[in-house]
């Protein structure tokens, strides 16, 4: 393993580049930003289509979601494959195929987030938005979007860690993310399978790992945070034991 890792390690991390295209982990993590950053607005939209009560809007993004939830990621990799080429009238790279697979598979989760997350805030907090004069479009864009997407941002970071695993399903279209630099150094050592599989294994572990606990520690942070709100609305910004 320390031989494979001394001669293809930074094959595994960055692909051919400089020398070629960008690969490996390093383009692992850039189709999960590009793919959660892309769809978090989607989302945001979706989230407010599904809880709208005109059915115009409400119908198709819950047929959307269900629909793209239903469905193997696989088989979306295969339909952005066909379908994309066709909309723009022109081929497309494997990499951008995977990207907007990424983009409407992620918007459609992070949307049952989103929507969660709206849903979870007290109904007095739109009331009382609207009975300051705000609209239904500005209530949700200064006072229930923020305090629901603060929340949320613990999901919303899992849900990129999640991302980085499911950019994997890019070797099946020879997108060089870091599962298909794994698979081409396999193929050229021949008589390694096991150790350079289980250096991949250790090298996604590592990775969610590390973001796992950035996510946990931030949660803390949120938790504290929501705590320390709750004390104030409650008491005042003045010390409890002083006002006593």
Not at 62 to 76: A, F, I, K, Q, S
Not at 151 to 171: C, D, H, R, V, W
Not at 172 to 181: A, M, P, R
Not at 209 to 230: C, N, P
């Amino acid at each position: 393993m320390i031989d494979i890792l001394a001669t293809y390690g930074p094959l595994l991390l960055f692909g051919p580049y400089p020398n070629g295209p960008l690969g490996g982990l390093a383009l692992t993590l850039v189709l999960s930003v590009l793919g959660v950053g892309l769809a978090f607005p989607l989302s945001i939209v979706l989230a407010l289509f599904r809880i709208s009560p005109y059915a115009i809007l409400n119908w198709p993004a819950t047929m959307l979601v269900y629909l793209v939830r239903g469905v193997p990621l696989m088989l979306l990799v295969f339909w952005s494959y066909f379908l994309v080429p066709v909309f723009i009238g022109r081929p497309v790279s494997a990499f951008t195929t995977l990207v907007v697979t990424l983009v409407v598979y992620q918007a459609t989760y992070m949307s049952e987030i989103v929507r969660a997350g709206i849903e979870a805030l007290p109904k007095g907090q739109l009331e009382a938005a609207r009975s300051l004069g705000l609209n239904y479009r500005q209530a949700m864009r200064t006072v229930i979007l923020p305090q629901s997407l603060f929340n949320m941002l613990p999901a919303l970071l899992s849900q990129f860690i999640s991302t980085i695993k499911e950019t994997s399903i890019g070797y099946v279209i020879s997108v060089q993310e870091l599962t298909f630099t794994a698979s081409q150094i396999n193929a050229s050592l021949l008589t390694s399978p096991f150790q350079v599989y289980l250096i991949l294994s250790l090298i996604y572990f590592v990775v969610c790992y590390v973001l796992t606990q950035a996510a946990q520690r931030f949660e803390r942070g949120v938790m504290r945070r929501r705590t320390t709100l709750s004390s104030k609305a409650a008491y005042g910004t003045h010390d409890p034991v002083q006002q006593g």
